[in-house]
């Protein structure tokens, strides 16, 4: 009995670890759309950005990726001079104002908008739009000038807060030793 005990262990263990096994080799590779936001520390606009992102990102999390670049502290003094670089020469190619700059500053594909607007289904379309774009007409002007300027914009990448599969299935594992484990417990402690 006992070596049938122990072959079911060993069979769970093997059968629980499997799926580890392969989920931690294979890579998540979903096509993101970047959104750059240029941000000031407490502005407000920029709060309201950063939770119509992150409940965007909720609803949709293969959607898009967040790129929080804060460039100015509350007094308007810059934070981070590559930031404000990169953020004078993107109002430059897109024609805008670089003199009275507001925040959010917000860059998505080649759309661009300085302060959030009143009707989020804009900043949603243009998404949608860079999402739905084929190889050949996607565009990323942020990246196209952050790489002029020798600028890593990972460094500026907001982590999202999700349980992955791989997690899951660890998660999972454990729980099935666990239990098998209690089950041989009840099993050798009846004889």
């Known amino acids: 009995m006992k ?18 096994t392969f989920a931690a080799s294979e890579e998540e590779t979903v096509d993101k759309v970047p959104v750059y936001i240029f ?18 990102e909720k609803e949709e999390p293969d959607l898009f990726e967040q790129y929080i670049i804060e460039v100015y502290d509350p007094n308007w003094n810059i ?16 024609e805008l104002d670089t003199v009275k700059i507001a925040t959010p500053t917000i860059f998505i594909g080649d759309y661009a ?4 607007p009143n009707d989020d289904s804009l900043v949603y379309n243009a998404i949608k739009n860079a999402k739905e774009a084929s190889e050949d007409e996607k565009v990323d002007i942020v990246k196209e000038e952050a790489d002029k300027l020798n600028i890593d914009l990972e460094q500026y990448k907001k982590v999202a807060a ?8 660890i998660i999972g594992s454990i729980f099935v030793v ?14």
């Open 162 to 169: 999700k349980t992955s599969v791989t997690d899951l299935i």
């Open 113 to 116: 908008t300085v302060g959030f």
């Open 79 to 94: 934070e981070d001079e590559d930031a404000y670089n990169l953020l004078i020469t993107l109002l430059e190619r897109k």
């Open 3 to 20: 070596k049938v005990l122990l072959s079911i262990i060993t069979l769970l263990l093997t059968l629980t670890f499997i799926p580890v």
């Open 178 to 191: 666990l239990v098998g484990g209690f089950v041989c417990l009840i099993v050798m402690s009846k004889k």
């Open 39 to 56: 941000s000031k520390n407490g502005c407000k606009g920029c709060e309201y950005a950063f939770n119509y992102f992150d409940n965007l």
